[in-house]
């Protein structure tokens, strides 16, 4: 059981370039989340899912995109990357009905540079 | 909406001294309140949660918390800190009707020293 894992680890991009960021969960969670984290303002949600196929905007959702093709996977996207990109961003799930909207789990995180 | 305030970005301590690290939250309606906790180059792992109930909270790794409804407040304890605590811990609060996102607090650094 691996829980949350996330592809890569780190990567630098250049300005404009393109990336898929990966993030798979095993636990049979319907809820996925991708939040950024950046130094002195916590985590902030960029986009979420409720179940396969569904997607729906966070907090700072501009510049991203996502998709839920598969329940297990959550891939968050970033068409034409920008220095104010740079971050750490995690992967988180969570299981559906009442009880399970009370914890999230979460990724070891990707380390992104844009220069 | 909610919000969430860690009025202290970074709290040092030396080992086995208590520690109190602060949340306070905002919200008009009832919330369920969390504490995670991130060790370096790591996600996050669930400390604590309220839910309801019994106001003192017992989490993982000797930490517990206060939840206070009338100073809106979450406050986080432990009676003796070890080195092994240094960590960013995020307090973070939903509401308690139906799906509604988590919000995080800005972290408080804990440095624990010998």
């Known amino acids: 059981n691996a829980g949350v894992t996330q592809t890569p680890k780190f990567r630098v991009l250049k300005t404009g370039q393109s990336m898929t960021l990966l993030c798979a969960q095993d636990m049979n969670h319907e809820y996925m989340y991708w939040y950024r984290q950046d130094p002195g303002m916590g985590l902030r949600l960029i986009h979420y899912?409720?179940?396969?196929?569904?997607?729906a905007k966070g907090e700072v959702p501009d510049g991203y995109n996502v998709s839920r093709l598969k329940k297990q996977n959550f891939l968050l996207g970033l068409e034409s990357a920008a220095p104010s990109q740079t971050s750490v961003y995690f992967c988180?799930?969570?299981?559906?009905?009442?009880?399970?909207?009370?914890?999230?789990?979460f990724g070891p995180g990707t380390r992104l540079t844009v220069t | 909406a909610q919000s969430v305030t860690q009025l202290d970005s970074q709290v040092p301590v030396f080992e086995e001294a208590p520690v109190e690290l602060r949340c306070n939250y905002s919200?008009?309606?009832?919330?369920?309140l969390f504490w995670y906790v991130q060790y370096p180059n790591q996600g996050l792992q669930l400390l604590l949660k309220?839910?309801?109930?019994?106001?003192l909270v017992k989490g993982i790794n000797g930490f517990e918390a206060e939840f206070n409804k009338s100073q809106t407040s979450f406050h986080l304890r432990k009676p003796s800190v070890h080195i092994s605590d240094t960590a960013e811990y995020f307090c973070a609060v939903k509401m308690n009707t139906g799906f509604q996102k988590l919000v995080f607090g800005t972290g408080t650094r804990l440095l624990v020293s010998p």
């Open positions: 988180a799930s969570s299981s559906g009905g009442t009880s399970g909207l009370y914890e999230q789990y």
């Open positions: 919200s008009s309606v009832s919330v369920y």
């Open positions: 899912s409720v179940g396969e196929g569904t997607t």
């Open positions: 309220y839910l309801s109930g019994s106001t």
